[in-house]
């Protein structure tokens, strides 16, 4: 089986280093020329654990090459992946399918032969006819099928997830494509994963539905756990409670900061601006997204509250700033809304993350200062704020955080520590949605007011 992935992004590298794995020879084309010598040579363009041995394995193997040149691949494949970037729009939420459609143009005119053209990429219901319809007319002798395939990745265990999916989901009405699509996840038959198969409009839908729901199963906790600082509950307790319920399940019911990362934002607008269109508005994901949007800056509040009421003129020490552990991606972090209202305020910030540093440095406040470890971060801070629960931060030292800090405040947005525990080193601590500190925040913010 010759498979093409065009782009070498996330989704794409992944997928491809993890077909060339199951014994298929796969070709990722990008137009990226830096990218490409980096992959070449065994350099990783991003962090995901396990993807380095992978490719390099893959590569030596010859099942697994790297090139530019879109129409030798591609009038070579059986089946060409599209697994180009879908960015939202900027200015009103829709996705921009400009690169799948450039994609779509190109391999129309470089393709030969029966093609199966796959959009990995999450694109909205009818993107699939839309591909269809362009190749179509930039090649009216072209014969293809376009399938719906898409993935359900999460970064930092994306090799795992891939190897070992819940379900697969393909989305054709080919007969052919089918049994072709069959073929190359044949392995994952042998370890039973679910291949189930649809029309195509229902598998594109099927991608944003599952992305949507898990958005608004974090923002539900995360609205509970406000009313749990507010009533005296405690959030761990409520989620455990509520997760053994096999109806509802115990994944994705960590309070936290808000939900960031390059999917659920995008996607979430994405479904509600296609729903708006088509007269059936998802309310549900409406209010999910500005919940969540509003969110990441009332966080902010809550380390202003944590140093009594103001924070012009001290220094907030920041621990993480990726949007989840495992990554170096910083898009749509938490982090980057809080430290820009934690700057607005007068506040300096210092900050260490594990991996995620340089790519957070365009898109945070130009004085943010860098630092290489927590202790670092916690010299002459007011407050420690944990904002990704990277395994480094679970045990720190809180003595030693102690003796350096202008003033022990621990600000906890994961739930990481135990209360108890914090406390007893002599700490304020600030976390989510446990109770009696919503309760002691109550009239410490009523005096901050005064
Ligand atoms: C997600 C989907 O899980 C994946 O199926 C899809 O293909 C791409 O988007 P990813 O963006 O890698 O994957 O991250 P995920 O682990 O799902 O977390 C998303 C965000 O939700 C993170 O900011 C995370 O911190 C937050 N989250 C997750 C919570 O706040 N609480 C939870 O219980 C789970």
Not at 124 to 130: A, L, M, R, Y
Not at 163 to 183: F, H, S, W
Not at 230 to 244: E, F, K, L, P, T
Not at 430 to 438: E, L, M, Q, S
Request: glycine content about 8%; aromatic content about 6%.
């Amino acid at each position: 089986m010759r498979i093409v992935m065009i782009g070498a992004g996330y989704v794409g590298l992944v997928s491809g280093a993890c077909f060339a794995d199951f014994g298929h020879n796969v070709i990722c084309v990008d137009k990226d020329a830096q990218r490409l010598d980096a992959l070449r040579n065994g350099r990783m363009p991003i962090f995901e654990p396990g993807l380095d041995v992978l490719v390099e394995e893959n590569s030596e193997q010859g099942r697994l090459g790297f090139t530019d040149n879109l129409i030798e691949a591609v009038s070579q494949a059986d089946i060409v992946f599209i697994a180009v970037g879908t960015p939202s729009r900027r200015g009103d939420g829709y996705a921009d399918l400009s690169y799948v459609y450039g994609a779509a143009r190109e391999i129309a005119a470089a393709m030969s032969g029966f093609t199966v053209i796959v959009t990995k990429s999450t694109v909205p219901v009818g993107t699939g006819d839309e591909v269809e319809r362009i190749v179509a007319e930039t090649n009216p002798k072209a014969e293809f099928a376009v399938v719906s395939n898409p993935e359900f990745l999460r970064e930092g265990s994306a090799i795992e997830d891939f190897k070992r999916p819940d379900r697969i989901v393909i989305g054709t009405d080919n007969e052919k494509a089918r049994k072709l699509m069959e073929e190359v996840y044949r392995p994952l038959y042998l370890n039973a994963s679910p291949i189930l198969h649809m029309n195509r409009r229902t598998a594109e839908l099927t991608k944003y539905a599952a992305n949507a729901f898990l958005a608004m199963k974090i923002t539900f906790i995360n609205e509970m756990a406000d009313l749990c600082e507010q009533v005296g509950a405690d959030i761990q307790d409520v989620s455990r409670g509520m997760g053994m319920d096999q109806r509802i399940g115990a994944k994705f019911l960590h309070a936290g900061p808000g939900y960031g990362g390059s999917c659920f934002p995008k996607d979430t607008l994405a479904l509600v601006k296609t729903a708006q269109d088509a007269d059936s508005p998802t309310r549900l994901i409406e209010a999910t997204v500005s919940v969540n949007e509003q969110r990441k800056r009332a966080m902010a509040r809550k380390v202003i509250r944590a140093v009594g009421g103001k924070v012009r003129g001290k220094t907030i020490g920041i621990l993480g700033l990726t949007f989840k552990p495992n990554t170096d991606d910083m898009r749509e972090s938490p982090a980057i809304s809080i430290i820009q209202t934690l700057v607005d305020k007068g506040a300096e910030i210092k900050a260490y993350d594990p991996e995620g540093m340089d790519q957070a440095k365009p898109l945070l406040p130009p004085n943010v200062k860098y630092c290489k470890t927590p202790y670092e971060v916690a010299e002459e801070a007011s407050a420690l704020v944990i904002v990704t629960e990277w395994n480094v931060f679970r045990s720190l030292d809180l003595d030693r955080l102690k003796t350096v800090m202008a003033s022990p405040v621990l600000v906890d947005l994961r739930n990481i520590y135990r209360p108890e525990q914090v406390r007893q080193a002599g700490f304020t601590y600030a976390c989510i949605g446990r109770g009696d500190r919503g309760l002691l925040d109550a009239p410490e913010a009523a005096r901050a007011a005064e």
